[in-house]
Nanobody, 127 residues
Framework: EVHLVESGGGWVQAGGSRRLSCAASGLMIDDYAVGWFRQAPGKERDGVACIISSDGKTYYRYSVKGRFTVSSDNAKNTVYLQMNSLKPEDTAVYYC????????????????????WGRGTQVSVSS
């Protein structure tokens, strides 16, 4: 059975940083792409960043480029999202999802390609 477990959420002041982790079990992250998505209250779930662990290729939502960095540790079967210069509009529940690598380039625009979801972790940025 596949499990993706997010951690690292919490409160942070605007301008601060937070690192999220997505620990996978039941699958090997280097067989998939793993993405980060977020959903604010009353809004749709949007893609934030995605990494193909087998080759290190990354994709980012335009609004987080230069602030967020997605990385992976294949030995720990874990994907990270380092978030810097956080803004109040980054407040959301952040989810990780595993995707077949061939969909990595489009999944940020269409999260329906996600095969497995975690349960999410709340990130709240105060102004």
């Amino acid at each position: 059975e596949v499990h993706l477990v997010e951690s690292g959420g919490g409160w942070v002041q605007a301008g601060g940083s937070r690192r999220l982790s997505c620990a996978a079990s039941g699958l090997m992250i280097d067989d998939y792409a793993v993405g980060w998505f977020r959903q604010a209250p009353g809004k749709e779930r949007d893609g934030v960043a995605c990494i193909i662990s087998s080759d290190g290729k990354t994709y980012y939502r335009y609004s987080v480029k230069g602030r967020f960095t997605v990385s992976s540790d294949n030995a720990k079967n874990t994907v990270y999202l380092q978030m810097n210069s956080l803004k109040p509009e980054d407040t959301a529940v952040y989810y990780c999802g595993a995707i077949k690598s061939l969909y990595a380039a489009v999944v940020l625009e269409d999260p329906r390609f996600v095969a497995y979801w975690g349960r999410g972790t709340q990130v709240s940025v105060s102004s």
